[in-house]
Nanobody, 123 residues
Framework: QVQLVESGGGAVQIGDSLKLSCVAS????????MAWFRQAPGKDREFVAS????????HYADNLQGRFTVSRDNSKTTIWLHMNSLVLEDTAIYYC????????????????WGQGTQVTVSS
């Protein structure tokens, strides 16, 4: 089992940068593949980025690649989402997810979730 805690959200302006973190704990934390999803009001939870347990095998949603970067720290228990050039459409609750095995891009494959951190982008 893996427990996840996101942090780093807040209110920013268009064009700003923000860095989110997700700390994983539990017996399987270090070997879990992890991912970021986001959900805006009235919309489905959508894939943002994923990363393998060693920090490789990164994947991004097509419309976010180039602005967002996912990384994993040396301990392998924390992942980051660095967001650049934020736009209004980035406003959402950002969730961290984890699973055993390889990283996946659909939410149905993940069985561990954090509570989310709110990102609000305004003009």
């Amino acid at each position: 089992q893996v427990q996840l805690v996101e942090s780093g959200g807040g209110a920013v302006q268009i064009g700003d940068s923000l860095k989110l973190s997700c700390v994983a704990s539990g017996p399987s934390a270090m070997t879990a593949a992890m991912a970021w999803f986001r959900q805006a009001p009235g919309k489905d939870r959508e894939f943002v980025a994923s990363i393998g347990r060693t920090g490789g095998l990164t994947h991004y949603a097509d419309n976010l690649q180039g602005r967002f970067t996912v990384s994993r720290d040396n301990s392998k228990t924390t992942i980051w989402l660095h967001m650049n050039s934020l736009v209004l459409e980035d406003t959402a609750i950002y969730y961290c997810a984890a699973r055993q095995g390889g990283p996946r891009t659909t939410k149905e494959h993940y069985d561990a979730w954090g509570q989310g951190t709110q990102v609000t982008v305004s003009s």
